[in-house]
Protein backbone atom coordinates (compact mmCIF):
# COMPACT_ATOMS: atom_id res chain seq x y z
CA UNK A 1 0.00 0.00 0.00
CA UNK A 2 1.83 3.74 -1.04
CA UNK A 3 1.08 6.09 2.03
CA UNK A 4 0.38 9.85 1.30
CA UNK A 5 2.41 10.97 4.21
CA UNK A 6 4.65 9.14 6.92
CA UNK A 7 3.72 11.08 10.04
CA UNK A 8 5.70 10.75 13.68
CA UNK A 9 5.42 12.20 16.80
CA UNK A 10 7.87 15.09 17.50
CA UNK A 11 8.62 15.29 21.37
CA UNK A 12 10.98 17.03 23.39
CA UNK A 13 14.55 15.34 23.65
CA UNK A 14 15.35 16.50 27.02
CA UNK A 15 11.68 14.61 28.07
CA UNK A 16 12.92 11.37 26.07
CA UNK A 17 16.41 11.52 27.81
CA UNK A 18 14.53 11.85 31.18
CA UNK A 19 12.12 8.49 30.87
CA UNK A 20 15.05 6.85 29.27
CA UNK A 21 16.64 7.26 32.75
CA UNK A 22 13.97 7.05 34.86
CA UNK A 23 12.59 3.76 33.12
CA UNK A 24 15.66 1.98 32.47
CA UNK A 25 14.24 2.30 28.62
CA UNK A 26 16.21 3.29 25.41
CA UNK A 27 15.34 6.43 23.82
CA UNK A 28 13.67 5.15 21.31
CA UNK A 29 11.32 2.95 23.12
CA UNK A 30 10.32 6.44 25.66
CA UNK A 31 9.72 7.93 22.33
CA UNK A 32 7.02 4.68 20.95
CA UNK A 33 5.24 5.23 24.14
CA UNK A 34 5.20 8.97 23.92
CA UNK A 35 3.70 8.48 20.23
CA UNK A 36 1.15 6.05 21.91
CA UNK A 37 -0.71 8.51 24.44
CA UNK A 38 1.55 7.87 27.08
CA UNK A 39 2.83 11.32 28.68
CA UNK A 40 3.68 10.66 31.97
CA UNK A 41 5.42 7.77 34.50
CA UNK A 42 2.57 6.83 36.21
CA UNK A 43 0.62 6.08 32.49
CA UNK A 44 3.80 4.15 31.37
CA UNK A 45 4.38 2.07 34.30
CA UNK A 46 0.81 1.00 34.48
CA UNK A 47 0.67 0.15 30.60
CA UNK A 48 4.02 -1.90 30.80
CA UNK A 49 2.16 -3.39 34.14
CA UNK A 50 -1.28 -4.12 33.45
CA UNK A 51 -3.25 -4.93 36.22
CA UNK A 52 -6.47 -7.29 36.55
CA UNK A 53 -6.76 -5.77 40.17
CA UNK A 54 -7.54 -2.00 39.41
CA UNK A 55 -11.17 -3.57 36.90
CA UNK A 56 -14.15 -3.10 39.53
CA UNK A 57 -16.88 -4.58 37.36
CA UNK A 58 -19.76 -2.21 39.24
CA UNK A 59 -17.90 0.92 37.98
CA UNK A 60 -20.68 -0.23 34.77
CA UNK A 61 -24.26 0.75 34.36
CA UNK A 62 -26.53 -2.18 35.03
CA UNK A 63 -24.08 -4.82 36.45
CA UNK A 64 -25.39 -4.45 39.60
CA UNK A 65 -29.13 -4.97 39.06
CA UNK A 66 -27.85 -8.00 36.44
CA UNK A 67 -26.62 -10.01 39.57
CA UNK A 68 -29.30 -9.10 41.68
CA UNK A 69 -31.76 -10.40 38.97
CA UNK A 70 -29.41 -13.45 38.03
CA UNK A 71 -28.50 -14.75 41.10
CA UNK A 72 -32.08 -14.32 42.60
CA UNK A 73 -33.03 -16.63 39.04
CA UNK A 74 -30.54 -19.31 40.14
CA UNK A 75 -31.95 -19.76 43.64
CA UNK A 76 -35.37 -19.47 42.16
CA UNK A 77 -34.57 -22.13 39.79
CA UNK A 78 -35.76 -19.58 37.28
CA UNK A 79 -34.67 -20.80 33.14
CA UNK A 80 -32.26 -18.99 31.83
CA UNK A 81 -31.23 -18.73 28.23
CA UNK A 82 -28.00 -17.36 26.88
CA UNK A 83 -28.46 -15.91 23.82
CA UNK A 84 -25.30 -14.77 21.82
CA UNK A 85 -23.80 -13.80 18.41
CA UNK A 86 -22.31 -16.61 16.12
CA UNK A 87 -18.83 -14.63 15.49
CA UNK A 88 -16.00 -15.88 17.69
CA UNK A 89 -16.80 -12.58 19.79
CA UNK A 90 -20.26 -13.70 20.64
CA UNK A 91 -19.31 -17.30 20.90
CA UNK A 92 -16.54 -17.18 23.68
CA UNK A 93 -19.50 -14.91 25.66
CA UNK A 94 -21.83 -17.48 25.74
CA UNK A 95 -19.68 -20.27 26.50
CA UNK A 96 -18.45 -18.26 29.55
CA UNK A 97 -22.00 -17.53 30.88
CA UNK A 98 -23.08 -20.46 30.31
CA UNK A 99 -20.31 -22.82 31.75
CA UNK A 100 -20.30 -20.22 34.41
CA UNK A 101 -23.74 -20.40 35.31
CA UNK A 102 -24.24 -23.80 35.27
CA UNK A 103 -21.35 -24.64 38.05
CA UNK A 104 -23.50 -21.94 39.85
CA UNK A 105 -26.44 -24.26 39.76
CA UNK A 106 -28.86 -22.25 37.28
CA UNK A 107 -30.81 -23.73 35.35
CA UNK A 108 -29.62 -22.66 32.14
CA UNK A 109 -29.36 -23.11 28.11
CA UNK A 110 -28.03 -20.95 25.47
CA UNK A 111 -29.24 -20.12 21.79
CA UNK A 112 -26.60 -18.79 18.87
CA UNK A 113 -28.52 -17.85 15.87
CA UNK A 114 -28.34 -19.70 12.06
CA UNK A 115 -26.44 -16.08 10.25
CA UNK A 116 -28.31 -17.34 7.15
CA UNK A 117 -32.22 -18.98 8.78
CA UNK A 118 -32.18 -16.52 11.93
CA UNK A 119 -29.97 -13.25 11.15
CA UNK A 120 -27.82 -11.56 13.84
CA UNK A 121 -29.46 -10.12 17.51
CA UNK A 122 -31.94 -11.09 19.66
CA UNK A 123 -34.82 -12.47 17.00
CA UNK A 124 -38.30 -13.42 17.35
CA UNK A 125 -37.25 -16.80 16.81
CA UNK A 126 -35.04 -16.53 20.12
CA UNK A 127 -38.37 -15.63 21.87
CA UNK A 128 -40.01 -18.66 20.50
CA UNK A 129 -37.74 -20.43 21.20
CA UNK A 130 -37.46 -19.44 24.97
CA UNK A 131 -41.48 -19.79 25.26
CA UNK A 132 -40.81 -23.63 24.48
CA UNK A 133 -38.21 -24.48 27.22
CA UNK A 134 -40.40 -21.99 29.71
CA UNK A 135 -37.52 -19.59 29.87
CA UNK A 136 -38.03 -17.09 31.79
CA UNK A 137 -35.00 -14.71 31.64
CA UNK A 138 -32.95 -14.02 28.73
CA UNK A 139 -29.32 -12.86 28.61
CA UNK A 140 -27.51 -11.55 25.44
CA UNK A 141 -24.22 -11.69 24.37
CA UNK A 142 -22.83 -9.39 21.89
CA UNK A 143 -26.14 -8.44 21.31
CA UNK A 144 -29.81 -6.90 21.85
CA UNK A 145 -28.73 -2.62 22.03
CA UNK A 146 -31.08 -2.58 18.90
CA UNK A 147 -33.19 -4.57 19.07
CA UNK A 148 -36.10 -2.94 20.59
CA UNK A 149 -38.95 -4.68 18.95
CA UNK A 150 -38.01 -8.18 19.83
CA UNK A 151 -37.34 -7.15 23.63
CA UNK A 152 -40.57 -6.04 23.75
CA UNK A 153 -42.12 -8.98 21.94
CA UNK A 154 -40.09 -10.96 24.97
CA UNK A 155 -41.94 -8.40 27.71
CA UNK A 156 -45.62 -9.42 26.37
CA UNK A 157 -44.67 -12.80 26.76
CA UNK A 158 -43.24 -12.64 30.33
CA UNK A 159 -39.87 -12.90 29.47
CA UNK A 160 -37.40 -10.65 31.04
CA UNK A 161 -34.29 -9.95 29.19
CA UNK A 162 -30.81 -8.32 30.31
CA UNK A 163 -28.64 -7.14 27.73
CA UNK A 164 -24.97 -7.65 27.40
CA UNK A 165 -23.43 -5.82 24.55
CA UNK A 166 -20.35 -3.89 23.41
CA UNK A 167 -22.20 -2.47 20.28
CA UNK A 168 -22.89 1.37 19.59
CA UNK A 169 -26.90 2.23 20.85
CA UNK A 170 -29.11 3.93 19.57
CA UNK A 171 -27.69 8.03 19.96
CA UNK A 172 -30.92 10.31 18.96
CA UNK A 173 -29.63 14.14 19.50
CA UNK A 174 -26.63 12.61 20.96
CA UNK A 175 -29.33 11.25 23.85
CA UNK A 176 -29.09 7.42 24.41
CA UNK A 177 -32.37 5.66 23.49
CA UNK A 178 -32.05 1.97 25.07
CA UNK A 179 -34.52 -1.18 24.90
CA UNK A 180 -37.09 -1.59 27.85
CA UNK A 181 -35.04 -4.35 28.96
CA UNK A 182 -34.44 -5.81 33.11
CA UNK A 183 -30.90 -4.46 32.63
CA UNK A 184 -28.34 -3.05 29.96
CA UNK A 185 -25.21 -3.52 30.73
CA UNK A 186 -22.93 -1.93 27.57
CA UNK A 187 -19.76 0.57 28.25
CA UNK A 188 -20.36 2.44 25.02
CA UNK A 189 -23.23 4.16 26.76
CA UNK A 190 -20.81 6.17 28.31
CA UNK A 191 -17.98 7.20 24.99
CA UNK A 192 -15.72 8.28 28.22
CA UNK A 193 -15.61 5.37 29.92
CA UNK A 194 -12.23 3.22 30.56
CA UNK A 195 -14.68 0.27 29.98
CA UNK A 196 -15.60 1.24 26.17
CA UNK A 197 -13.61 -0.58 24.35
CA UNK A 198 -14.37 -4.15 25.42
CA UNK A 199 -15.75 -6.67 23.55
CA UNK A 200 -18.77 -7.94 23.76
CA UNK A 201 -16.94 -11.46 25.60
CA UNK A 202 -15.04 -8.43 27.78
CA UNK A 203 -18.74 -7.11 28.80
CA UNK A 204 -20.13 -11.02 29.99
CA UNK A 205 -16.83 -11.54 31.90
CA UNK A 206 -17.32 -8.17 33.86
CA UNK A 207 -20.29 -9.58 34.84
CA UNK A 208 -19.30 -12.80 35.60
CA UNK A 209 -16.52 -11.19 37.55
CA UNK A 210 -19.60 -8.96 39.46
CA UNK A 211 -20.87 -12.48 40.48
CA UNK A 212 -17.99 -14.36 41.52
CA UNK A 213 -14.48 -13.20 41.05
CA UNK A 214 -12.30 -16.16 41.48
CA UNK A 215 -14.57 -18.18 39.72
CA UNK A 216 -14.51 -15.57 36.65
CA UNK A 217 -10.64 -16.06 36.20
CA UNK A 218 -10.90 -19.50 34.83
CA UNK A 219 -12.39 -18.31 31.56
CA UNK A 220 -9.54 -15.84 30.89
CA UNK A 221 -8.54 -17.51 27.80
CA UNK A 222 -12.02 -17.42 26.27
CA UNK A 223 -11.88 -14.12 26.72
CA UNK A 224 -8.71 -13.35 25.15
CA UNK A 225 -10.05 -15.37 22.04
CA UNK A 226 -12.96 -12.96 21.71
CA UNK A 227 -11.33 -9.92 22.62
CA UNK A 228 -8.79 -11.20 19.75
CA UNK A 229 -11.18 -12.04 16.97
CA UNK A 230 -13.34 -8.55 17.80
CA UNK A 231 -10.16 -6.73 17.19
CA UNK A 232 -10.98 -4.15 19.63
CA UNK A 233 -8.49 -1.66 20.98
CA UNK A 234 -5.25 -3.63 23.08
CA UNK A 235 -5.26 -0.63 25.66
CA UNK A 236 -6.06 -0.58 29.17
CA UNK A 237 -8.84 -2.91 30.12
CA UNK A 238 -8.38 -5.57 27.56
CA UNK A 239 -4.39 -5.34 27.97
CA UNK A 240 -4.56 -5.88 31.90
CA UNK A 241 -7.12 -8.68 30.62
CA UNK A 242 -5.28 -10.13 28.08
CA UNK A 243 -1.78 -10.31 30.51
CA UNK A 244 -3.35 -12.10 32.99
CA UNK A 245 -4.88 -14.60 30.56
CA UNK A 246 -1.63 -15.46 28.24
CA UNK A 247 -0.38 -18.12 30.27
CA UNK A 248 -3.57 -20.40 29.52
CA UNK A 249 -2.66 -19.83 25.99
CA UNK A 250 0.30 -20.74 26.26
CA UNK A 251 0.04 -23.70 28.58
CA UNK A 252 -3.64 -24.46 28.20
CA UNK A 253 -5.63 -26.46 30.57
CA UNK A 254 -8.83 -26.48 28.67
CA UNK A 255 -8.99 -29.44 26.43
CA UNK A 256 -10.70 -27.78 23.30
CA UNK A 257 -7.49 -24.96 23.21
CA UNK A 258 -5.07 -27.96 23.55
CA UNK A 259 -7.06 -29.25 20.47
CA UNK A 260 -6.74 -25.87 18.06
CA UNK A 261 -3.27 -25.17 18.74
CA UNK A 262 -2.92 -29.05 17.40
CA UNK A 263 -5.11 -28.58 14.66
CA UNK A 264 -3.68 -24.90 13.63
CA UNK A 265 0.01 -26.89 13.95
CA UNK A 266 1.11 -24.66 16.34
CA UNK A 267 3.42 -26.89 18.37
CA UNK A 268 5.37 -24.08 20.51
CA UNK A 269 4.40 -22.67 23.70
CA UNK A 270 6.02 -19.31 22.80
CA UNK A 271 2.00 -17.73 21.40
CA UNK A 272 2.09 -14.70 19.55
CA UNK A 273 -0.07 -12.71 18.82
CA UNK A 274 -0.21 -13.80 14.99
CA UNK A 275 -1.04 -17.36 15.99
CA UNK A 276 -4.53 -16.07 17.59
CA UNK A 277 -5.50 -13.98 14.52
CA UNK A 278 -4.52 -16.37 11.91
CA UNK A 279 -4.81 -19.91 13.10
CA UNK A 280 -6.76 -20.30 15.99
CA UNK A 281 -9.61 -17.84 15.73
CA UNK A 282 -10.16 -18.51 11.97
CA UNK A 283 -11.54 -21.53 13.00
CA UNK A 284 -13.38 -20.47 15.77
CA UNK A 285 -15.30 -18.33 13.30
CA UNK A 286 -15.74 -20.09 10.63
CA UNK A 287 -18.60 -21.77 11.64
CA UNK A 288 -21.06 -18.49 11.95
CA UNK A 289 -19.78 -17.49 8.62
CA UNK A 290 -21.20 -20.90 6.62
CA UNK A 291 -22.75 -23.49 8.82
CA UNK A 292 -24.17 -23.44 12.33
CA UNK A 293 -22.11 -22.39 15.31
CA UNK A 294 -23.89 -23.42 17.78
CA UNK A 295 -21.34 -26.46 18.60
CA UNK A 296 -18.48 -24.07 19.12
CA UNK A 297 -19.99 -23.27 22.83
CA UNK A 298 -20.03 -27.22 23.39
CA UNK A 299 -16.84 -27.18 22.42
CA UNK A 300 -15.37 -24.90 24.98
CA UNK A 301 -17.44 -26.56 27.50
CA UNK A 302 -17.26 -30.13 27.13
CA UNK A 303 -14.61 -32.61 28.89
CA UNK A 304 -15.74 -35.11 26.46
CA UNK A 305 -12.61 -36.14 24.71
CA UNK A 306 -14.31 -37.98 21.97
CA UNK A 307 -16.69 -35.11 21.36
CA UNK A 308 -13.74 -32.43 21.50
CA UNK A 309 -11.89 -34.13 18.81
CA UNK A 310 -15.22 -34.67 16.69
CA UNK A 311 -16.17 -31.03 17.03
CA UNK A 312 -12.30 -29.63 16.24
CA UNK A 313 -12.07 -31.53 13.10
CA UNK A 314 -15.48 -30.59 11.55
CA UNK A 315 -13.68 -26.57 12.50
CA UNK A 316 -11.20 -27.57 10.80
CA UNK A 317 -13.25 -28.75 7.60
CA UNK A 318 -15.81 -25.72 8.07
CA UNK A 319 -12.34 -23.66 8.37
CA UNK A 320 -11.20 -25.17 4.65
CA UNK A 321 -14.43 -24.70 2.90
CA UNK A 322 -14.59 -21.10 4.23
CA UNK A 323 -10.92 -20.31 2.59
CA UNK A 324 -12.53 -21.80 -0.62
CA UNK A 325 -15.20 -19.88 -0.90
CA UNK A 326 -13.51 -16.36 -0.18
CA UNK A 327 -11.29 -17.36 -3.05
CA UNK A 328 -14.25 -17.87 -4.96
CA UNK A 329 -15.54 -14.41 -4.09
CA UNK A 330 -12.05 -12.69 -4.56
CA UNK A 331 -11.93 -13.87 -8.50
CA UNK A 332 -15.34 -12.47 -8.46
CA UNK A 333 -14.14 -9.42 -6.87
CA UNK A 334 -11.00 -8.85 -9.36
CA UNK A 335 -13.65 -8.96 -12.40
CA UNK A 336 -15.80 -6.50 -10.92
CA UNK A 337 -13.32 -3.78 -10.12
CA UNK A 338 -12.04 -3.90 -13.29
CA UNK A 339 -15.41 -2.88 -14.44
CA UNK A 340 -17.18 -0.80 -11.95
CA UNK A 341 -14.40 1.17 -9.57
CA UNK A 342 -13.16 4.25 -10.79
CA UNK A 343 -11.61 5.12 -8.11
CA UNK A 344 -14.31 6.45 -5.85
CA UNK A 345 -13.85 7.34 -2.50
CA UNK A 346 -16.00 4.52 -0.57
CA UNK A 347 -15.87 0.92 -2.69
CA UNK A 348 -19.81 -0.49 -3.07
CA UNK A 349 -19.83 -3.75 -4.50
CA UNK A 350 -22.44 -6.27 -4.91
CA UNK A 351 -23.45 -9.63 -6.08
CA UNK A 352 -24.38 -13.35 -5.25
CA UNK A 353 -22.16 -14.05 -2.63
CA UNK A 354 -22.46 -15.61 0.57
CA UNK A 355 -23.17 -13.46 2.96
CA UNK A 356 -20.83 -15.28 5.81
CA UNK A 357 -17.67 -14.54 4.46
CA UNK A 358 -18.07 -10.59 3.00
CA UNK A 359 -16.80 -9.13 5.78
CA UNK A 360 -13.34 -11.15 5.41
CA UNK A 361 -12.95 -9.78 1.82
CA UNK A 362 -13.82 -6.43 2.94
CA UNK A 363 -11.01 -6.43 5.11
CA UNK A 364 -8.83 -7.66 2.61
CA UNK A 365 -9.65 -4.79 -0.15
CA UNK A 366 -9.19 -2.40 2.79
CA UNK A 367 -5.47 -3.35 3.06
CA UNK A 368 -5.10 -2.59 -0.48
CA UNK A 369 -6.94 0.40 -1.12
CA UNK A 370 -7.20 2.26 2.22
CA UNK A 371 -11.04 3.39 2.35
CA UNK A 372 -13.88 1.99 3.44
CA UNK A 373 -15.39 -1.05 1.49
CA UNK A 374 -18.93 -2.63 1.34
CA UNK A 375 -19.55 -6.10 0.10
CA UNK A 376 -23.25 -6.80 -0.08
CA UNK A 377 -24.99 -9.99 -1.19
CA UNK A 378 -28.05 -10.08 -3.23
CA UNK A 379 -30.72 -12.08 -2.56
CA UNK A 380 -33.95 -11.49 -4.03
CA UNK A 381 -35.74 -8.01 -3.71
CA UNK A 382 -33.00 -7.53 -0.27
CA UNK A 383 -29.40 -6.75 -0.53
CA UNK A 384 -27.10 -7.18 2.98
CA UNK A 385 -23.66 -7.56 3.89
CA UNK A 386 -20.80 -6.18 6.00
CA UNK A 387 -18.51 -2.90 5.61
CA UNK A 388 -15.13 -2.22 6.41
CA UNK A 389 -13.47 1.08 6.81
CA UNK A 390 -9.46 2.09 8.27
CA UNK A 391 -9.07 4.35 11.01
CA UNK A 392 -9.90 7.86 10.63
CA UNK A 393 -13.07 6.99 9.31
CA UNK A 394 -16.69 6.05 10.75
CA UNK A 395 -18.99 4.18 9.41
CA UNK A 396 -21.90 4.47 11.34
CA UNK A 397 -21.44 8.48 10.32
CA UNK A 398 -21.98 7.56 7.08
CA UNK A 399 -24.66 5.01 7.60
CA UNK A 400 -26.59 7.64 9.83
CA UNK A 401 -26.34 9.46 6.69
CA UNK A 402 -28.45 7.02 4.60
CA UNK A 403 -30.91 5.71 7.30
CA UNK A 404 -33.91 6.06 5.53
CA UNK A 405 -32.03 3.93 2.42
CA UNK A 406 -31.77 1.32 5.20
CA UNK A 407 -33.86 -1.49 6.35
CA UNK A 408 -31.53 -2.49 8.97
CA UNK A 409 -27.45 -0.88 10.18
CA UNK A 410 -25.62 -1.54 13.02
CA UNK A 411 -21.58 -2.32 14.33
CA UNK A 412 -18.76 0.01 14.87
CA UNK A 413 -16.52 2.49 13.46
CA UNK A 414 -14.88 0.35 11.41
CA UNK A 415 -16.71 -2.20 11.22
CA UNK A 416 -20.34 -2.51 10.22
CA UNK A 417 -23.43 -4.82 8.30
CA UNK A 418 -26.02 -3.46 6.56
CA UNK A 419 -29.26 -3.94 4.88
CA UNK A 420 -31.56 -2.11 2.28
CA UNK A 421 -33.76 -2.87 -0.74
CA UNK A 422 -32.22 -4.45 -3.87
CA UNK A 423 -34.03 -0.53 -5.71
CA UNK A 424 -31.82 2.10 -3.12
CA UNK A 425 -28.47 0.37 -4.17
CA UNK A 426 -27.59 2.65 -6.99
CA UNK A 427 -28.88 5.78 -4.77
CA UNK A 428 -27.38 4.43 -1.67
CA UNK A 429 -23.55 4.11 -3.67
CA UNK A 430 -23.65 7.23 -4.56
CA UNK A 431 -24.75 8.95 -1.51
CA UNK A 432 -22.32 7.29 0.65
CA UNK A 433 -19.37 8.27 -1.68
CA UNK A 434 -20.76 12.29 -1.36
CA UNK A 435 -20.73 11.57 2.23
CA UNK A 436 -17.29 10.37 2.48
CA UNK A 437 -16.41 12.78 0.34
CA UNK A 438 -18.23 15.18 2.25
CA UNK A 439 -17.28 14.00 6.20
CA UNK A 440 -14.15 13.15 5.60
CA UNK A 441 -11.99 14.89 2.67
CA UNK A 442 -8.81 15.92 4.35
CA UNK A 443 -8.43 11.94 5.93
CA UNK A 444 -5.28 10.43 4.32
CA UNK A 445 -3.87 7.43 3.87
CA UNK A 446 -1.23 8.33 6.83
CA UNK A 447 1.38 5.69 8.09
CA UNK A 448 1.93 6.59 11.64
CA UNK A 449 5.52 5.98 13.20
CA UNK A 450 6.14 5.57 17.00
CA UNK A 451 9.81 6.50 16.37
CA UNK A 452 12.46 8.59 13.58
CA UNK A 453 15.77 6.48 14.63
CA UNK A 454 19.01 5.85 12.94
CA UNK A 455 20.25 3.08 12.28
CA UNK A 456 22.52 3.13 15.58
CA UNK A 457 19.97 3.41 17.46
CA UNK A 458 18.65 0.15 16.76
CA UNK A 459 20.37 -3.21 18.20
CA UNK A 460 19.20 -6.70 20.26
CA UNK A 461 17.91 -4.04 23.25
CA UNK A 462 15.84 -2.15 21.38
CA UNK A 463 14.42 -6.15 20.37
CA UNK A 464 13.87 -7.65 23.88
CA UNK A 465 12.43 -3.74 25.31
CA UNK A 466 9.84 -4.27 22.47
CA UNK A 467 8.92 -7.77 24.63
CA UNK A 468 7.88 -5.52 26.83
CA UNK A 469 4.80 -4.02 25.02
CA UNK A 470 3.35 -7.38 24.08
CA UNK A 471 0.77 -8.96 23.81
CA UNK A 472 0.21 -7.20 20.47
CA UNK A 473 -3.12 -6.18 18.65
CA UNK A 474 -5.54 -3.98 17.51
CA UNK A 475 -4.26 -0.59 19.32
CA UNK A 476 -1.44 -1.72 20.17
CA UNK A 477 0.42 -3.01 16.71
CA UNK A 478 4.32 -3.92 17.33
CA UNK A 479 6.23 -0.29 16.95
CA UNK A 480 7.05 0.76 13.49
CA UNK A 481 10.36 2.88 13.49
CA UNK A 482 11.42 4.82 10.56
CA UNK A 483 15.06 5.66 9.25
CA UNK A 484 15.69 8.10 6.78
CA UNK A 485 18.78 8.21 3.93
CA UNK A 486 19.71 4.62 3.91
CA UNK A 487 21.63 3.26 1.19
CA UNK A 488 20.55 -0.41 -0.56
CA UNK A 489 23.26 -2.96 -0.28
CA UNK A 490 23.12 -6.00 -1.77
CA UNK A 491 19.47 -6.20 -2.91
CA UNK A 492 18.22 -9.35 -4.34
CA UNK A 493 14.92 -10.91 -5.21
CA UNK A 494 13.58 -13.73 -2.80
CA UNK A 495 11.08 -16.76 -2.89
CA UNK A 496 8.22 -15.14 -5.04
CA UNK A 497 7.98 -11.61 -4.19
CA UNK A 498 10.40 -10.76 -1.82
CA UNK A 499 13.42 -8.47 -1.33
CA UNK A 500 15.79 -8.58 0.92
CA UNK A 501 18.59 -6.71 1.16
CA UNK A 502 21.37 -4.67 3.94
CA UNK A 503 20.68 -1.13 4.87
CA UNK A 504 23.63 1.55 5.02
CA UNK A 505 23.97 4.71 7.13
CA UNK A 506 26.75 6.30 8.32
CA UNK A 507 29.13 2.96 8.74
CA UNK A 508 26.21 0.71 10.60
CA UNK A 509 24.81 -1.95 8.31
CA UNK A 510 21.64 -4.17 9.22
CA UNK A 511 20.26 -7.11 7.28
CA UNK A 512 16.20 -6.35 5.83
CA UNK A 513 13.19 -8.32 4.16
CA UNK A 514 10.31 -6.70 3.14
CA UNK A 515 7.65 -9.39 2.34
CA UNK A 516 5.83 -8.98 -1.25
CA UNK A 517 7.97 -5.56 -2.10
CA UNK A 518 9.64 -7.20 -5.03
CA UNK A 519 7.32 -4.35 -7.11
CA UNK A 520 9.04 -1.94 -5.11
CA UNK A 521 10.86 0.96 -7.59
CA UNK A 522 14.17 0.87 -5.99
CA UNK A 523 17.94 0.19 -6.86
CA UNK A 524 21.02 -1.16 -6.07
CA UNK A 525 22.68 2.05 -4.27
CA UNK A 526 20.14 4.28 -3.97
CA UNK A 527 18.91 5.88 -1.10
CA UNK A 528 16.03 4.88 0.52
CA UNK A 529 13.38 5.87 3.74
CA UNK A 530 12.48 2.99 5.69
CA UNK A 531 9.50 2.08 8.31
CA UNK A 532 10.67 -0.72 10.27
CA UNK A 533 10.33 -3.69 13.08
CA UNK A 534 13.55 -5.13 14.67
CA UNK A 535 14.00 -8.52 15.25
CA UNK A 536 15.80 -10.95 15.78
CA UNK A 537 16.24 -13.78 12.71
CA UNK A 538 16.84 -17.26 13.82
CA UNK A 539 18.17 -19.47 10.99
CA UNK A 540 20.34 -23.03 11.55
CA UNK A 541 21.26 -21.91 14.94
CA UNK A 542 22.15 -18.37 13.97
CA UNK A 543 20.61 -15.10 15.44
CA UNK A 544 20.72 -11.94 13.66
CA UNK A 545 19.57 -8.81 13.79
CA UNK A 546 16.83 -7.95 10.86
CA UNK A 547 14.55 -4.90 9.88
CA UNK A 548 10.83 -6.14 9.33
CA UNK A 549 10.15 -3.85 6.61
CA UNK A 550 6.36 -2.51 6.18
CA UNK A 551 7.10 0.36 3.70
CA UNK A 552 9.60 1.44 1.80
CA UNK A 553 10.21 4.89 -0.55
CA UNK A 554 13.13 6.86 -2.52
CA UNK A 555 15.18 9.17 0.55
CA UNK A 556 12.36 12.54 0.79
CA UNK A 557 15.35 15.41 2.42
Known amino acids: MQYSEWVVVKTNQAYLQY ?3 ALNIS ?19 SFLNPSIDLIDPFCIPGVYESTKIINEAILSGTKILINGDYDADGLTGTAILYDFLKKRGANVFYHIPHRIHHGYGLTHTSIEMAKKIGVKLIITVDCGIKDFDTIQYARQEGIGVIITDHHEPLRINEKVVLPEALAVINPKID ?5 AFLAGVGVAFILAMAIDQQQAMEYLDLVILGTYADM ?38 NIKNFHLSYCIIPRINAPGRIDYAGDVVKFFTSEDIEE ?17 TEEKIMVEIEKKLEEEFNDESVIVLSGNWHIGVVGTVASKLIERFGRPVFILSIDENKVKGSARAPQGFDLQELL ?24 NLNEFKERICRLSDSLFADTKNILQLDAAVTLEEINEKIVD ?21 LTVVNLRKVGNNHLKMFLRQNGNSISAIGFEMAEENI ?21 NLQLQLKAIRRAQR
Open 19 to 21: LSK
Open 400 to 423: LGCKDLLIRFGGHKQAAGVMLYKE
Open 465 to 485: EIKLLEPFGEGNREPLFGAKE
Open 27 to 45: VPLAQVLVSRGLKDLDEIY
Open 523 to 543: LEGCLIDAAFTPSINEWEGMK
Open 308 to 324: LSNIGQWLNQVNSLRQK
Open 232 to 269: VPLNTINRAIIKEGWSLIENPYRKSIKILKEIAGINSN
Open 191 to 195: RNSPY
